[in-house]
């Protein structure tokens, strides 16, 4: 079993930046964040497979960087030039088995309970 703890949500302005950060009580070897708008189906933002290739949704491209740390188990994503269409539940997850990157979420098993990400205009 694996826990995910976020942090580093909040609220900020358009343009604004953020930096949420997700601590994993074991070994993983794949992570992403995944967000959620209430209403809607939770959508895969960015990724990171055990070699360090990464995957971004379109609309984060150039804007999002996702990192890990594999000496603390931690898991980063630096958000700059946030957009009100940014706004949702931003949660982290992982899984222990495999080598790539994905943004399906059906394959990670383990996940966080959730960090809000709220940028107004």
């Known amino acids: 079993q694996v826990q995910l703890v976020e942090s580093g949500g909040g609220s900020v302005q358009t343009g604004g930046s953020l930096r949420l950060s997700c601590a994993a009580s074991?070994?993983?070897?794949?992570m992403g964040w995944f967000r959620q708008v209430s209403g809607q189906e939770r959508e895969g933002v960015a990724t990171?497979?055990?070699?360090?290739?990464?995957i971004y949704v379109d609309s984060v491209k150039g804007r999002f960087t996702i990192s890990k740390d594999n000496a603390k188990n931690t898991l980063y994503l630096q958000m700059n030039s946030l957009k009100p269409e940014d706004s949702a539940m931003y949660y982290c997850a992982a899984r222990r088995a495999g080598d790539y990157a994905s943004l399906r979420r059906e394959r990670y098993p383990y996940w966080g309970q959730g960090t809000q990400v709220t940028v107004s205009s």
């Open positions: 990171i497979g055990r070699d360090g290739t990464t």
């Open positions: 074991a070994y993983t070897c794949c």
